[in-house]
């Protein structure tokens, strides 16, 4: 399977099975030891957390949680439901948020504190087709007979996306920026994709205004589908670097050539539970120790020192190198709070469900508005501390532009240039298709190089790079690329099967050319996070998801579906908000698949479809061989399994899904 350890696919009930057994298994050193009371309804009301921190949990006479109370009065959240058990508002320190539903259980509205409404509208296959934004602009999305976006417009600029016929792959993606008439868009630039016969990416050809706003990234794999070589080309440069790895999967070494480091090469050693151990590069060698739990509490480098010192929950509080100290700060949910260093003190704020909605550098305040319609927060508008508008964002199939607000110049828009889809921002350009910026990263998302005219946040992976700290905001925890790993453990315990995942601060299981964790709680494969970080409405589903079709699902649990993996610290045990996670996509799909491969014996399966019915309940049909069996996937990760179908059409109508089999 390419998708691996998708925690959000877990129910809630067997989530709080292997905590229980988690719990009770004390001499595993790295599982953060907790302490819980349950009432006569096997809800979780008490939580004592490693730092001492005492978290308490209200249900109302539906078993629904109603209210979280912290030792910090600044994130106690109270909830409030529908007839349906749907959440409708989101009670917290920075105000209420409210939600809408249709009759189909479909968002309709969300209002942001209080302060920022948005309205979405669907099609008769669940696909969102357009939302109204709180500045009264209107975003549109068409899709194709497959259910893949075809294009995307606002008021600022539109985008077009052509996939082939038969893979089903995306092959380009056209960028149009507005032109001073009415209604009227110009072409801007493009960006091409080719695959080999195993359809994986191979290259990607983006071209801009003139020949030096061109670049070229070619990809070579080895049968495991780690990159083995990645080379790009940009006017007056070309740079190659080949990888190597170990047994399990990690990056070892990396060789560049040409290019500005040309000759230079890195190696890594990591020790059995996935730490590194060793990085050597043109500078010399860094050597890291690490404590029992894998808590990294010493680097040891050319340039000196560092030490490192952790609170009782496992997050980094202080680095002490040998030129300066930072200090960090969390909350009871060990979420980043502050930050502070001989130049900057950072605060951060988030709502009760885990987004961030506030930085401060230095007493200047940056607001964030965000849609929660996307699978995972995104960041729609940023403004002042008074909540005006300074940076609007455009998302089609990825974040695809931002603008300052207010002054849609040609000199104020921006256009994101990815080496993948969902991948790094490697160039930005403007709305002439001129280069206005370019990044190089290292092997773990190291900024090596930086050429800006245009300020911009959105990097490495696509996600908020912070300059004041040099970390990067993967919503549930920060990543720091220098050292290559988390700054705080992972919110889940992974799974003792499998070993690389027990390691609670590794990121991407050493391989981020391979893996992504936008979430900062699911290390995905990159075409599995390019569907599940920018899912609007479903209509990325499969775009690059090897002709897999887009069957949309229901949002009758969406309400709670936006809580599920957002609210860093909620315990398994709070069933009615983590229960809700029961989206099926490309990881239901695959797991589908694997149970059908092991008990099947090879028999090729073709597709296997999955959605919810009326009530909300996940249904699948799968096809197989005539010979075959068909699998379906539970909403509690079993499978049943049917007689030998074959599937003509399957259909969302207004109470369900029509089956009509051939």
């Not at 989530?15 to 309804?41: G, P, T, V």
């Not at 920075?94 to 259980?105: A, P, R, V």
Request: aromatic residues 12%; charged residues 20%.
């Amino acid at each position: 399977m390419n998708i691996i350890y998708f925690k959000k696919h877990l129910s809630a009930k067997t989530i709080l099975l292997l905590l229980i057994m988690i719990n009770s298994l004390s001499s595993f050193a790295n599982i953060e030891q907790k302490q819980y009371q349950y009432d006569l309804n096997s809800n979780i009301t008490q939580q004592i957390t490693a730092k001492g921190d005492q978290i308490d949990y209200t249900y109302d006479s539906l078993n629904q949680l109603i209210k979280v109370s912290t030792s910090d009065e600044d994130t106690d959240v109270e909830y409030g439901y529908d007839s349906e058990g749907r959440i409708t508002s989101l009670k917290d320190a920075t105000g209420t948020d409210l939600y809408q539903y249709d009759t189909l259980g479909r968002l309709t509205s969300y209002e942001q504190a209080g302060v920022a409404k948005f309205y979405y509208f669907y099609n008769e296959l669940n696909q969102l087709t357009s939302f109204k934004d709180p500045l009264g602009n209107w975003t549109n999305y068409k899709y194709n007979l497959d259910g893949r976006l075809i294009t995307h417009y606002d008021v600022n600029g539109y985008n077009s996306y052509e996939y082939h016929e038969t893979t089903g792959l995306l092959l380009r993606h056209l960028r149009y920026s507005v032109t001073d008439t009415a209604g009227s868009y110009q072409l801007n630039g493009y960006t091409s994709y080719s695959y080999d016969t195993a359809r994986r990416l191979t290259k990607v050809m983006q071209t801009g205004k003139d020949s030096e706003d061109k670049a070229t990234t070619i990809y070579s794999y080895d049968g495991n589908g780690n990159h083995t070589k990645i080379s790009r080309q940009i006017p007056g440069e070309t740079e190659s670097a080949t990888y190597e790895y170990d047994g399990l999967n990690r990056i070892t070494q990396v060789v560049y050539t040409g290019g500005s480091r040309d000759g230079q090469e890195e190696s890594y050693s990591y020790d059995a539970g996935g730490n590194r151990l060793s990085k050597v590069n043109h500078n010399g060698t860094t050597s890291y120790e690490y404590s029992s739990d894998n808590r990294l509490l010493k680097t040891t480098a050319p340039q000196g020192v560092t030490n490192y010192v952790y609170d009782g929950g496992g997050n980094m509080i202080t680095k002490t190198g040998p030129v300066n100290t930072f200090h960090y700060q969390y909350n009871s949910r060990n979420l980043l709070i502050g930050y502070q260093d001989s130049n900057n003190n950072v605060s951060y704020l988030y709502n009760g469900a885990g987004h961030r909605v506030a930085k401060t550098v230095n007493n200047v305040t940056t607001r964030y508005i965000n849609h929660i319609n996307f699978g995972l927060p995104q960041v729609a508008f940023e403004t002042d501390d008074k909540y005006v508008v300074k940076r609007y964002y455009s998302y089609g199939l990825g974040r695809t532009a931002a603008y300052d607000w207010g002054a849609l110049d040609k000199d104020k828009s921006q256009y994101y240039l990815y080496d993948r889809p969902g991948r790094n921002v490697t160039a930005t350009e403007d709305s002439l298709g001129k280069t206005r910026n370019r990044y190089k990263y290292g092997s773990f998302g190291e900024n090596f190089s930086s050429q800006e005219s245009y300020s911009n946040d959105f990097r490495y992976t696509g996600e908020q790079t912070e300059s004041d700290t040099g970390l990067i905001y993967l919503r549930a925890r920060y990543y720091d690329p220098e050292i290559g790993r988390f700054i705080s453990r992972d919110p889940f315990s992974g799974y003792m099967s499998v070993p690389e995942s027990q390691n609670m601060y590794a990121y991407a299981h050493n391989n981020p050319l391979k893996f992504v964790d936008p979430s900062g709680e699911c290390v995905e494969t990159l075409w599995d996070a390019a569907n599940v970080i920018y899912d609007i409405g479903k209509i990325s589903y499969g775009y690059l998801n090897n002709n897999q079709h887009a069957v949309s699902s229901g949002y009758s649990d969406l309400g709670a579906d936006l809580f599920a993996l957002a609210i860093p610290g909620l315990p398994a045990g709070v069933t009615k908000v983590l229960n809700a996670t029961k989206r099926v996509n490309s990881p239901a799909r695959d797991a589908a698949k694997d149970q059908f491969r092991k008990e099947s014996k090879g028999l090729k399966l073709k597709t296997i479809r999955t959605g919810r019915d009326g009530s909300g309940k996940i249904v699948g049909v799968g096809t197989t061989t005539r010979k075959g069996p068909t699998y379906r996937p539970k909403g509690d990760g079993s499978y049943s399994v049917g007689r030998p179908k074959k599937v003509k059409h399957y259909r969302p109508d207004g109470d369900g899904y029509t089956v009509n089999n051939r």
